[in-house]
């Protein structure tokens, strides 16, 4: 065989190893989008109550 076939022969037989580390190094980042498509279930807390306490606290801060 010449130098040139046995560079394509190398490198075909390369080929399927190469795409096959591709796709598992490339499988979590195309999942990904996947996983966030779905909003429905965020689950948010209660929104907390004002109670004033800090404008009190600033007037009688400025008083002293």
């Known amino acids: 065989m010449t130098r040139t076939a046995t ?8 080929l399927p190893r190469a ?3 591709l796709m ?3 499988a979590p980042v ?3 989008p996947q996983l966030r498509a779905d909003y429905g279930s965020t689950i948010e807390a209660p929104a907390a ?3 004033g ?3 009190v ?3 009688s801060l400025q008083r002293a």
């Open 30 to 32: 195309l999942a990904v």
């Open 7 to 14: 560079q394509i022969k190398k490198t075909l037989r390369l």
């Open 24 to 26: 598992v190094l490339a």
């Open 19 to 21: 795409a096959m580390i």
């Open 49 to 51: 109550r004002k109670s």
């Open 53 to 55: 306490v800090g404008f």
């Open 57 to 59: 606290l600033l007037v």
